[in-house]
């Protein structure tokens, strides 16, 4: 027996997609028959992933998207349901990370991590929130009423990590973003759910496994390896489906045990 999960007609936001988990994020949406926008401010980077897309037989478009600026994630949204229709699906997925000490950290370290990882996630979730709350209650058009929110935060968001504490304080805040927006906006058929992702190779960190203080990280990990972003596949998939409708308020970590 076999079982598939089909996002046919459905428009997926993905954030942060230019590299990375956010990339893979969008491939598998699109592989699963979703409709996916393509938002992050290295637009040329979308562009290329767009193509990727297309040309295995998906559907994707590009906007310009800076977490930061309230005023570029209005635009964003609003161009993202103009051109491919209203937003059912939204991967919140942007974030940044500095490593250093606490005592080490400047305000404007404090300030780089936060403005994006909590504050620009929050008005990301609402600004789509809203547009889905709208369609719930009738006031706004859209064959799809609820809709699913996956908020991207960490394991470090669970379990506080060496010199990366300010990533951990803004992970932790995503996570009760999560349990908060699920409890007030449930009753419109929005699931709203938290993915705790552990140690994941990719583009930014990938040079790191090859060190000394790599090779020492891997040896405190569970199974002694880390993940790769398609790793996150199912859990991302099963968040995001059509018969996920019970599943609301949820923090799913997929860390290889490292949390336990």
């Given at each position: 027996m076999s079982y598939t999960i089909d996002l046919s007609g459905r428009v997926a936001l993905v954030t942060g997609a230019s590299s990375g988990l956010g990339a893979q994020f969008a491939r598998t949406l699109a592989r699963a028959g979703a409709g996916v926008v393509l938002a992050a401010r290295r637009v040329e980077?979308?562009?290329?992933?767009?193509a990727e897309i297309?040309?295995?037989?998906?559907d994707a478009h590009v906007v310009a998207l800076d977490v930061t600026d309230s005023d570029s994630?209005?635009?964003?949204?609003?161009?993202?349901?103009?051109?491919?229709?209203?937003?059912?699906?939204?991967?919140?997925?942007?974030?940044?990370?500095?490593?250093?000490k606490l005592v080490d950290v400047a305000p404007?370290?404090?300030?780089?991590?936060m403005n994006t990882n909590t504050r620009g996630a929050f008005f990301v979730a609402q600004e789509v929130g809203k547009r889905m709350i709208a369609r719930s209650r009738g006031a706004a058009p859209g064959a799809?009423?609820?809709?699913?929110?996956?908020?991207?935060?960490?394991?470090?968001?669970?379990?506080?990590?060496?010199?990366?504490g300010v990533y951990a304080m803004s992970k932790a805040a995503v996570v009760h973003m999560t349990r908060a927006m699920a409890l007030e906006w449930?009753?419109?058929?929005?699931?709203?759910?938290?993915?705790?992702?552990?140690?994941?190779?990719?583009?930014?960190?990938?040079?790191?496994?090859?060190?000394?203080?790599?090779?020492?990280?891997?040896?405190?990990?569970?199974?002694k390896r880390v993940g790769r972003p398609q790793d996150l596949d199912a859990v991302l998939?099963?968040?995001c489906a059509n018969e996920s409708h019970f599943v609301n308020g949820a923090v799913i970590t997929a860390d290889d045990g490292y949390a336990v």
């Open positions: 980077r979308l562009k290329a992933l767009r297309e040309a295995d037989g998906g994630i209005k635009s964003a949204v609003a161009h993202a349901e103009t051109e491919m229709g209203t937003i059912d699906i939204l991967v919140n997925n942007s974030g940044v990370s500095t490593t250093q404007e370290d404090y300030d780089f991590v799809f009423v609820g809709g699913r929110i996956v908020n991207v935060a960490s394991v470090a968001g669970l379990r506080v990590l060496s010199q990366i449930g009753r419109f058929g929005i699931n709203v759910n938290a993915l705790c992702p552990g140690y994941i190779d990719t583009e930014i960190n990938h040079h790191h496994w090859q060190t000394e203080a790599g090779a020492k990280l891997l040896a405190t990990l569970p199974r998939m099963m968040l």
